[in-house]
């Protein structure tokens, strides 16, 4: 493993009823070409508390990390990509995510959330508050590089287009099932490539000022 210092540290979070044990995969191939990552284990991990408590978790994983001016390039794979979502536009993080992935994240909620009434599936109901206030200013994500990956075949998120975004970049590729899309070749491939885009302008501007 050969770890470029001159990369973001980029950071992984999970889904629902799922811990950091799912990025093997990816973690590997993201170390093997580079990158050093990080993975926390969201608790609980079952929808039984709201997202923006597990946001608020994610933000302190950070701040106990990294140094306070290291810029960060984060990942978030279904729920966690909202929770990451909530820590970018709520919890300060649009000051230092530079690249921002969701994966296979129900932006606009999904059909599934119906199957237990916990507060975290409550919020990623469609048109919930909470995601219509996500929404409402989503389009801060635009000052950053922002991607967001999915597939039309997805069983978990329903409708499946509830992962597109109308901001930022979209990339869809034809995987089967919701869970392969942190492991499948074509999603890890697009994850790099995305990883290597250069930043925009603007936050090279920002970071020098701040």
Known sequence: MNIISDRNPVVLVHGIWDTSAIFSPMTAYLNERGWQVHSLDLIPNDGSLGLEFLAQQLAEFIDTTFKPKQPLDLIGFSMGGIVSRYYVQRLGGINRVQRFITISSPHYGTQTAYSRGLPGYVQMRPASSFLRDLNYDASMLQ???????????????????????SIGKEIKQNVLLHRQMRSDPKILQAIVEELEAPIKQLQIQNFING
Do not use: E, H
């Open 143 to 165: 000052d950053i590089n922002f991607t967001s990956i999915w597939t039309p075949f997805d069983g978990m998120i329903i409708p499946a287009q509830s992962s597109q975004m």
